[in-house]
């Protein structure tokens, strides 16, 4: 969904405006980041927030938030205490989108504060004239019902059907659409939130859930460790609770909840095999909330509770690589955190480099190597497509909106830097740096730089003789993978490519491969690296011997369908309109919009299930995929 430009109307005030402080009606212009470039990226410098912590920083949130599902809006305030960091400061710099901002008061007065014009994505900047007195101010507002990172779902979109659903979605700025904050990942904020619901449902948030609260429609949480605004969640719910381990569980709705425990049943085994070589994890406990099919991710990190699709819920723990890349980030993301969003790949091939460790230590060397082999197919994929400024890891995000930064660069091409650092010095030693690394950085927000400076301190310098600077500035500030990069292996694949090889030579027929023992990473294998263009009476045999177009993995079905897509294989589309009209996570759907678009009939077909799904899919869905249906 494309933001609307709105101008705000808010309180003249003598220290802006040069007149008295009385209630006035006043639209203020101000320097939009995304209209001016310099030529030289300053470090450090969020781009994507109007917000002025390098002056006054705020540091901790009270929140007191009714639900209303009737209007869709999340009404009442937030209480920010701040310091000073420039003790001459006299304002307060909030980000905000789409609020309406009702009063601003402190010491129980109110006080002066402007809200600027919108940005096309940024938002509008909230100045507020900080008090003589004390270091707390109070802001009362009300979001809009089309808040960015508000889903609100009707009884009829849940699996329940009796019960409304609301969940929050804030990376990468998108908390400022439900609070009024300094949305910027180098602000680490601690919280408490009193949550007003329909006496029905549970509320739950990125901090100490208990899971057994009374549902009565009043509830208190508190996160004490500080963190970026992106890891505030709230979701609201017909939920309920089951205990997978000593910390860890899950939260869902009924009809789902012990399919979900028996396929995540692993998660604390990720835990414990995670702490034992990385460190202790520092969040208390682990749990994991599924949320309907319109998520629009896999996963999102948030502390304590981790978001998920129910699009990874296989039957056989195929897809649990996923919760081990959301606990992974209880390490590299939420303990050590992105500055800006330009550092996003320190989050995220950090991420997706433990990943693959986790995966490896709890299901074996196997299942690691053909999931590397996959990651690393999927990065080639974006390699070939993306320009080359958005190839690096460093990547230069201004005048743009950073939700573009996430592709698989900073997941799988970050990951494989790491992972070429780990042959090169020894994974003994590499391990050694990371516990280092984690524990150095333990709850602060870094740059590229920064990172790079520790590491040439504590790697590159006692390991001279096979790492140097000039290779790693080339894995962080060029386009493409270096020459001589690690390339994964899968000997599980060799036999894969036989198959697949045989059956395209007419060696064999499609019902003669010998697939009962192939994993799903096997068949996405195998259908991956398909050709790009097959016959009519290629497909239907494939989907005569292996029903893929009915296949209930998610994964396995959406290279199927962008294959019948590619290749108009008619017998797939009522199944391809299905998929896109219940599922909105954005992988999954958004290469079948893309390809459905490439042709006048596919449009037809996209812009049919578009119109049928947009009301259940979230903003960010919407926002994706709305362009290839115009």
Same mark, same amino acid.
């Given at each position: 969904?494309?933001?609307?430009?709105?101008?705000?109307?808010?309180?003249?005030?003598?220290?802006?405006?040069?007149?008295?402080?009385?209630?006035?009606? $006043?639209?203020?212009?101000?320097?939009?980041?995304?209209?001016?470039?310099?030529?030289?990226?300053?470090?450090?410098?969020?781009?994507?927030?109007?917000?002025?912590?390098?002056?006054?920083?705020?540091?901790?949130?009270?929140?007191?938030?009714?639900?209303?599902?009737?209007?869709?809006?999340?009404?009442?305030?937030?209480?920010?205490?701040?310091?000073?960091?420039?003790?001459?400061?006299?304002?307060?710099?909030?980000?905000?989108?789409?609020?309406?901002?009702?009063?601003?008061?402190?010491?129980?007065?109110?006080?002066?504060?402007?809200?600027?014009?919108?940005?096309?994505?940024?938002?509008?900047?909230?100045?507020?004239?900080?008090?003589?007195?004390?270091?707390?101010?109070?802001?009362?507002?009300?979001?809009?019902?089309?808040?960015?990172?508000?889903?609100?779902?009707?009884?009829?979109?849940?699996?329940?059907?009796?019960?409304?659903?609301?969940? &929050?979605?804030?990376?990468?700025?998108?908390?400022?659409?439900?609070?009024?904050?300094?949305?910027?990942?180098?602000?680490?904020?601690?919280?408490?939130?009193?949550?007003?619901?329909?006496?029905?449902?549970?509320?739950?948030?990125?901090?100490?859930?208990?899971?057994?609260?009374?549902?009565?429609?009043?509830? %208190?949480?508190?996160?004490?460790?500080?963190?970026?605004?992106?890891?505030?969640?709230?979701?609201?719910?017909?939920?309920?609770?089951?205990?997978?381990?000593?910390?860890?569980?899950?939260?869902? $709705?009924?009809?789902?909840?012990?399919?979900?425990?028996?396929?995540?049943?692993?998660?604390?085994?990720?835990?414990?095999?995670?702490? %034992?070589?990385?460190?202790?994890?520092?969040?208390?406990?682990?749990?994991?909330?599924?949320?309907?099919?319109?998520?629009?991710?896999?996963?999102?990190?948030?502390?304590?509770?981790?978001?998920?699709?129910? &699009?990874?819920?296989?039957?056989?723990?195929?897809?649990?690589?996923?919760?081990?890349?959301?606990?992974?980030?209880?390490?590299?993301?939420?303990?050590?955190?992105?500055?800006?969003?330009?550092?996003?790949?320190?989050?995220?091939?950090?991420? &997706?480099?433990?990943?693959?460790?986790?995966?490896?230590?709890?299901?074996?060397?196997?299942?690691?190597?053909?999931?590397?082999?996959?990651?690393?197919?999927?990065?080639?994929?974006?390699?070939?497509?993306?320009?080359?400024?958005?190839?690096?890891?460093?990547?230069?995000?201004?005048?743009?909106?950073?939700?573009?930064?996430?592709?698989?660069?900073?997941?799988?091409?970050?990951?494989?830097?790491?992972?070429?650092?780990?042959?090169?010095?020894?994974?003994?030693?590499?391990?050694?740096?990371?516990?280092?690394?984690?524990k150095h950085f333990n709850f602060q927000?870094?740059?590229?730089?920064?990172?790079?400076?520790?590491?040439?301190?504590?790697?590159?310098?006692?390991?001279?003789?096979?790492?140097?600077?000039?290779?790693?500035?080339?894995?962080?500030?060029?386009?493409?993978?270096?020459?001589?990069?690690?390339e994964p292996q899968s000997d599980a694949?060799?036999?894969?490519?036989?198959?697949?090889?045989?059956?395209? %030579?007419?060696?064999?027929?499609?019902?003669?491969?010998?697939? &009962?023992?192939w994993a799903t990473h096997q068949w996405?294998?195998?259908?991956?690296?398909?050709?790009?263009?097959?016959?009519?009476?290629?497909?239907?045999?494939?989907?005569?011997?292996?029903?893929?177009?009915?296949?209930?993995?998610?994964?396995?079905?959406?290279?199927?369908?962008?294959?019948?897509?590619?290749?108009?294989?008619?017998?797939?589309?009522?199944?391809?309109?299905?998929?896109?009209?219940?599922?909105?996570?954005?992988?999954?759907?958004?290469?079948?919009?893309?390809?459905?678009?490439?042709?006048?009939?596919?449009?037809?077909?996209?812009?049919?299930?578009?119109?049928?799904?947009?009301?259940?899919?979230?903003?960010?869905?919407?926002?994706?995929?709305?362009?290839?249906?115009?």
């Amino acid at each position: 969904m494309t933001t609307k430009l709105i101008v705000s109307t808010l309180i003249c005030c003598s220290f802006l405006m040069g007149c008295s402080p009385s209630v006035k009606n $006043e639209q203020t212009e101000q320097a939009k980041p995304s209209e001016t470039l310099a030529n030289e990226i300053q470090v450090g410098k969020d781009y994507h927030s109007f917000a002025n912590p390098d002056e006054v920083k705020v540091t901790h949130l009270l929140l007191d938030l009714n639900v209303d599902f009737e209007q869709k809006i999340l009404s009442g305030s937030v209480e920010l205490d701040y310091k000073k960091i420039d003790l001459s400061a006299k304002t307060l710099v909030l980000d905000t989108r789409d609020l309406t901002i009702l009063n601003v008061t402190a010491n129980g007065k109110d006080i002066p504060y402007v809200l600027s014009s919108q940005d096309s994505f940024l938002g509008a900047a909230l100045t507020i004239e900080l008090p003589l007195e004390g270091n707390t101010v109070k802001v009362e507002y009300h979001t809009s019902p089309q808040a960015s990172g508000v889903q609100w779902l009707t009884p009829a979109q849940t699996a329940g059907k009796k019960q409304p659903f609301l969940f &929050t979605q804030s990376q990468a700025i998108h908390a400022r659409s439900f609070i009024p904050l300094q949305d910027s990942p180098q602000v680490r904020v601690t919280y408490e939130a009193k949550i007003h619901t329909p006496k029905a449902l549970l509320a739950v948030m990125s901090a100490a859930n208990d899971p057994n609260t009374p549902r009565d429609g009043e509830y %208190e949480f508190s996160m004490p460790q500080p963190i970026p605004s992106y890891l505030i969640a709230l979701a609201v719910g017909d939920l309920h609770f089951k205990a997978m381990g000593e910390r860890t569980g899950v939260y869902s $709705e009924a009809s789902i909840l012990d399919a979900a425990a028996a396929e995540f049943e692993d998660t604390e085994s990720m835990l414990i095999a995670t702490e %034992e070589t990385f460190g202790p994890y520092s969040w208390d406990r682990y749990d994991l909330l599924i949320l309907p099919p319109s998520f629009p991710f896999g996963g999102m990190e948030n502390p304590r509770l981790s978001f998920i699709t129910p &699009t990874v819920i296989a039957g056989d723990k195929s897809l649990v690589s996923l919760i081990a890349h959301e606990l992974a980030h209880s390490w590299s993301g939420n303990t050590v955190t992105n500055a800006t969003w330009r550092d996003l790949w320190l989050n995220e091939g950090f991420t &997706t480099y433990l990943t693959y460790r986790i995966m490896e230590m709890v299901y074996g060397e196997k299942r690691f190597a053909m999931e590397a082999v996959l990651g690393r197919q999927d990065l080639q994929a974006d390699i070939d497509t993306l320009p080359a400024d958005d190839q690096i890891l460093a990547i230069d995000l201004r005048g743009r909106d950073p939700d573009d930064v996430f592709s698989n660069i900073p997941y799988e091409k970050g990951a494989l830097f790491l992972r070429e650092l780990e042959q090169k010095v020894g994974r003994a030693e590499f391990d050694k740096f990371l516990l280092a690394y984690f524990k150095h950085f333990n709850f602060q927000s870094i740059t590229t730089d920064q990172f790079v400076d520790y590491l040439e301190l504590n790697l590159v310098k006692p390991h001279s003789d096979v790492l140097s600077m000039a290779r790693i500035n080339e894995w962080i500030h060029a386009p493409g993978v270096p020459a001589g990069a690690p390339e994964p292996q899968s000997d599980a694949f060799t036999v894969v490519d036989q198959a697949r090889n045989d059956w395209l %030579e007419g060696k064999i027929s499609a019902k003669d491969i010998l697939v &009962t023992e192939w994993a799903t990473h096997q068949w996405l294998y195998f259908l991956n690296n398909m050709p790009e263009k097959l016959t009519q009476e290629q497909l239907t045999e494939l989907d005569a011997a292996f029903s893929l177009t009915q296949s209930h993995n998610n994964e396995i079905a959406h290279s199927w369908l962008l294959m019948g897509v590619k290749n108009w294989y008619e017998p797939a589309f009522p199944r391809l309109h299905d998929y896109l009209v219940s599922i909105g996570r954005n992988k999954l759907v958004k290469p079948l919009y893309k390809a459905l678009s490439e042709t006048p009939e596919g449009k037809k077909m996209a812009q049919k299930a578009f119109a049928e799904a947009k009301d259940a899919y979230h903003p960010l869905t919407v926002k994706a995929n709305e362009g290839f249906v115009e």
